[in-house]
């Protein structure tokens, strides 16, 4: 479980992370309300000498519970 203190503290890192990729942040929202058992989730990573790296999962109903509880931990 998070320390609520550790989470004070990342708190302004947050913050400062939202308003320079704000649509970043708006994305997360609107995929996390459309997350449903089946779908998958696919994260790409390209460096800046154009290496990549991808992977990907299936959404379980496990992982819908869970970030649900973290919903409400997160401020």
């Known amino acids: 479980m998070m320390n609520p203190l550790e989470l004070m503290k990342i708190q302004p890192l947050l ?11 708006q994305f997360f929202g609107y995929a996390g309300q459309n997350l449903e058992e ?12 154009g290496k990549k790296a991808i992977t990907n999962i299936r959404i379980m109903q496990e992982d819908l519970e ?6 409400g931990i997160m401020p």
């Open 15 to 25: 913050e400062q992370f939202q308003e320079r990729h704000p649509k970043f942040i």
């Open 38 to 49: 089946d779908a998958l989730v696919e994260i790409s990573v390209t460096s800046a000498d």
């Open 66 to 71: 869970l970030i649900e509880k973290m919903k």
